[in-house]
């Protein structure tokens, strides 16, 4: 009994652990990704009254199937977890798994069963939904891409605070100059720097949402070369990070291709 | 008399077949091009109540002329189908073609004569004026570059997928945030997260309607934030397509060289 | 006396011809490109009515003065353009140099004060306007770069007709799924095609005014589809145009660079 | 006593000195960024009045220490300067030192505090304000990444010079076109060619407010062939900068190795 009980445990292992099975998804964790997606849906579209209104014993029922499965995956990935080496000894072992981000990440998507039993309040309905949508968190686990990505990003970490800084310095700039020029005529667009900033951003950034723009003639020349000069300063970070990207990618094509040549 | 028929049957198949032609378009297919541009162009008008009142026979007229001409281009297509040694058996062959994306198209294109003749209901109008439209599909016979950016985009799948899916997981989270911020203050636009995904889309892209905006402080540094995020999480599809259609293009102009070497 | 107009003339054509004078721009044409930048900034301010009222003698003056030295300009290079050896025949050089573009060009830039003396109309006067501000092509003589990047642009013209017709296609595609969706809802707005395409033309270069924007839940969702497309669409001409900028440039640089060291 | 002093001199010159210091930020030196950054914050939130009102003794007893630092500071600076070669006579090395362009910066971020002696009127207050948020340019002197980029960027001068001369051109061009197509109809908007150019800036540079846009069929077209013609304009700054910045970044972090390895 007890062996048949521990070859389940390799069994369970390799089928959760992501780096235990090699390249790809095992059907379980195909299985968990679906659920992790399916349930992130749930949790946004319910929000929408239109959407929640009528459903919400549908709406509970899903949650209820969501989180159970969520909650059984952590027992048992709390079970598996000292067949990990790292994990071995089965207090210490196991003590040390519960606190790993990814187990803690796990039972925070677990809370809403729980404090659902609780009884939902309205302050507490608000934070049991966002822990719902944390649950998008989970595909955190099988992405090795996303882990690339990082490394790439720090990686010129100094180029992209230069350029940012710059952006910024830009950006402080052009507010204090449209404070001076439009502070008197605009109060509420332009009274301050910081609500000066505003109108900054967004048309540094090229968005230019039309709730705030310039009205003097002198505002709109300086406007003008802000909008000039943010496309110049855009394109610092968009380099950087492309060229980053661009790296990261072709070194992870390189790794997956090893992979694939030892499986 | 046959002899003659099939003489007939290998000049037109030479004229209608881009591939047998070699590099460049016949002079049938020229004419073709140009029709297929002309009707789209007619449809597309057409739907504006300004351009169509008072000429409704000149529309129906000139509709009727390029519905005839693709339909003769539909027969002699499916006549000279059997010179392809792909589809050289007399019915089998020709079923084959029929059943191909090409001769499919080219059906569809027809088909507004001849539901026309059923007469035109307003339902079926609509479907009719689509079908017209779709016409412009009828180009892609002729292109190599549209089937080479393809070939080009899917080797780059991988990464796009990726960087598709950080810059999805950014929005939704900045929807999160701009619902829990702005929610109560505008229910209208941030009362949902759905809501407030409309938000988050038409900032991250930077395209900005203004329709909707946070008012709050809090608010409105967020959707600053995003806005610079944004910038970041546009660069890396950006960089990689950029790439991917500049290697696509070189591939292609490399190919076309050959092949004009050869003619 | 012959002689010294002899000399005179080869050391006028010295001074006006760019190609004569070799690297940079002679005194001369210092004077004549400073003028063409004052006189075409004169003509734009001018139309603004704030700052015409109560100058139009000043302005009217200072016209005179611009026009005048464009004329002795245009005479000059007349007389000049003889010592070119591709105009080197007092009657047949001397026509085929009118009837060169920079000649016309030259010409057409001295007609204001032509028809001034006629007396300005209100139509020949917008008429004459234009002129005015066509002077700044006047320009387009001095400069190798823009040779230079008309000759970058036309190396790529394959690629770019090829990423130009695939983003116009989107932009038409995604205007028919916006008329057949919105439609009856805003027929103002996206009531025929047509109109559509100026949402779609708007919304797919991130420019975004605000003016039209879908309002039902399925025309934001596309709409958002289609911003999202619209990046991946504008990284196509962008990488291209970047890249036959980027190497028409080092051309130059490396032309220029002969240049400098021959003299 | 004096020889002391003179030790004093040295070691506080090689705190406040970055290039004598070497590679990273002496610990004096980190308190007066942090005072910068601490310093402009406050004077940027200082002109929002809802953060002002009620707390006026607050933000000036803050900023009378953070003025007493920076002349503190500045005193050291100049008593110190003597030790760098380039200052080293008493007083024609430290009449030098002031007048350098860092030493002038030093003082204008002190003034405030001289100013705010004489008691402050309401223009002055402006400017002393201003100041205050000058005191960000302080910066500069720890920085050798904007040196470099400077230098970057002036080594492509003349690219950028030309492709920003044909993005002006084209503004121009467009404005002109909606000026005469649209100017009657929206004389507001239209009704002057730099009227037409705030249109034409904002929509190039793809912010696109919504203040202003053609309501014409002719100015739509128009305005829709501009916002095309701007991505492709946008382009080439965007591209030459792009790689500009990254040469640079390059660059200076081999310069940053090499003196780590010194070091």
């Known amino acids: ?47 929408e009254p239109g959407v929640r209104e009528g459903r919400e014993a549908l709406i509970h029922g899903l949650e209820l199937v969501f989180s159970s499965v969520f909650l059984v995956e952590y027992i048992v990935r709390v079970w598996c977890c000292v067949e990990n080496r790292h994990y071995r000894h089965p207090f210490k072992g196991r003590l040390a798994y519960l606190l790993s981000p990814a187990a803690v990440l796990d039972l925070l998507a677990v809370l809403p069963l729980l404090l659902g039993v609780v009884g939902p309040q309205t302050l507490l309905l608000r934070f049991v939904r966002l822990l719902r949508i944390v649950r998008l968190a989970k595909f955190g686990r099988f992405s090795r891409a996303v882990h690339r990505i990082n490394v790439a990003v720090r990686s010129r970490g100094y180029e992209l605070s230069i350029s940012m800084i710059i952006a910024l310095s830009f950006m402080v700039f052009a507010s204090i100059l449209l404070y001076f020029v439009e502070g008197d005529v605009q109060p509420e667009a332009f009274g301050s720097i910081p609500r000066a900033l505003w109108w900054s951003v967004i048309t540094f950034t090229t968005v230019g949402y039309g709730d705030v723009y310039p009205i003097t003639h002198l505002g709109k020349v300086l406007a003008g070369l802000t909008a000039i000069a943010g496309i110049a300063l855009v394109a610092m970070p968009t380099g950087i990070l492309a060229s980053a990207f661009s790296d990261a990618m072709q070194r992870g094509r390189f790794e997956e291709d090893e992979i694939k040549k030892k499986n």
């Open 1 to 47: 009994m007890r062996h048949s009980l521990g070859r389940l445990r390799v069994w369970l292992y390799f089928q959760l652990e992501p780096k235990a099975w090699g390249y790809g998804l095992s059907p379980f964790n195909w299985v968990i990704c679906a659920l992790i997606a399916l349930s992130s849906t749930l949790a946004i579209l319910e929000t």
